[in-house]
């Protein structure tokens, strides 16, 4: 009798030990899909906090690219055509603006806007349609020197169109989703402010939807990786809003000297038809409405010419003073 009762304590035992190890496979099975459903979630926050901020700083960038156009074909074009005008226009021997003569265009950004005006005039038909989406990203985000890359204004609004399409930022600030065969968060989050992002963005399909898994140890990597995820949309969600603020800042400044730009160009178009086109007739007041008149389209051209972003989608640091700067030296020479 010992013997068989030894074999029933051993089979109890054992009994035991198995409703134990099944017990904890059920813990830890809730424990696996309970970290996986918060890895989960840590990425699909990271997801909408990226994807709220490219869309914000798509939307200014494009404003700021709406601006650039507005105020080239409504300010800069009739400011041109009155100055065409002007005959014998020399500052350097008008009483009182010597200063002013600092801040005004010499013939070489003269033509450049002349040109720079012409393509954004050609560029407001097709804003309507949106068949200058992609270029309009692009005008927005880089300077006028290179959108004047080439002489023909056809091409250089191709190689806007082109610049956006390539450039895995302006992709990403454009709404181009992986769904719809465009580089989408994880291209535009790979180039942006340098970022490397390698390991995290790779988890996007094993991590979401993995609630699944038995594997407890493969649940507390995935968290892991959903935090380093985390952690990289954050940076690129901190690098989109300074874009954002950048863009607006532009924009906002655009604004402030086209206020003052237009009603000299009114005041210029009166004094020619008062006055006709020799500048040398015109009395030193109306010689300066003309200087600040030029000094303004200088100020805004050099806006116009400073990128936001270079090739790598980093601000530029040249925009981060260019503003302050302009308004600095407009601030000596115009009352």
Do not use: W
């Not at 970290?35 to 909408?48: G, M, V, W």
């Not at 178009?269 to 007041?285: A, H, M, Q, Y």
């Amino acid at each position: 009798m010992p013997i068989p009762l030894l074999f029933i304590g051993i089979g109890a035992a054992a009994g035991a030990f198995g409703v134990g190890k099944s017990i904890k496979a059920g813990v830890d099975q809730k424990e696996a899909n309970r970290t996986n459903e918060r890895a989960d979630d840590i990425i699909q926050e990271a997801s909408k906090k990226i994807e709220t901020c490219r869309k914000n700083c798509g939307t200014a960038i494009d404003n700021l690219g709406k601006r650039k156009i507005q105020i080239l074909d409504e300010s800069i074009k009739p400011f041109i055509a009155e100055f065409e005008k002007l005959n014998h226009v020399e500052l350097s021997e008008s009483k009182g603006l010597n200063e002013l003569q600092k801040m005004v265009l010499d013939q070489k950004n003269f033509t450049e806007l002349k040109e720079l005006q012409s393509m954004a005039t050609s560029m407001v038909g097709g804003l309507a349609s949106g068949a200058m989406a992609g270029a309009l990203t692009a005008f927005g985000a880089y300077g006028a020197a290179g959108a004047l890359a080439t002489a023909s204004t056809g091409t250089a609004i191709a190689s806007l169109s082109g610049a956006a399409a390539t450039n895995a930022t302006l992709v990403f600030f454009g709404g181009g989703s992986l769904a719809a065969g465009g580089l989408g968060m994880a291209g535009g989050t790979a180039v942006l402010g340098g970022l490397v992002a390698g390991p995290a963005l790779a988890i996007l399909g094993v991590v979401v939807g993995a609630k699944a898994s038995a594997n407890l140890d493969k649940a507390y990597s995935n968290l892991s990786k959903a935090k380093e995820f985390k952690e990289e949309m954050d940076t690129a969600s901190a690098l989109c809003i300074g874009i954002r603020k950048r863009a607006s800042m532009f924009n906002r400044f655009l604004v402030s000297l086209n206020s003052i730009f237009e009603p000299l160009i009114y005041e210029m178009t009166n004094i020619i038809e008062k006055r006709g086109t020799d500048f040398r007739n015109f009395s030193d007041n109306e010689k300066r409405v003309v200087a600040e008149a030029m000094a303004m389209a200088g100020a805004i051209k050099s806006i116009l010419d400073t990128p936001i972003l270079d090739d790598e989608g980093n601000l530029t640091p040249e925009s981060d003073k260019m503003v302050e700067m302009t308004r600095n030296k407009l601030e000596e020479v115009i009352a």
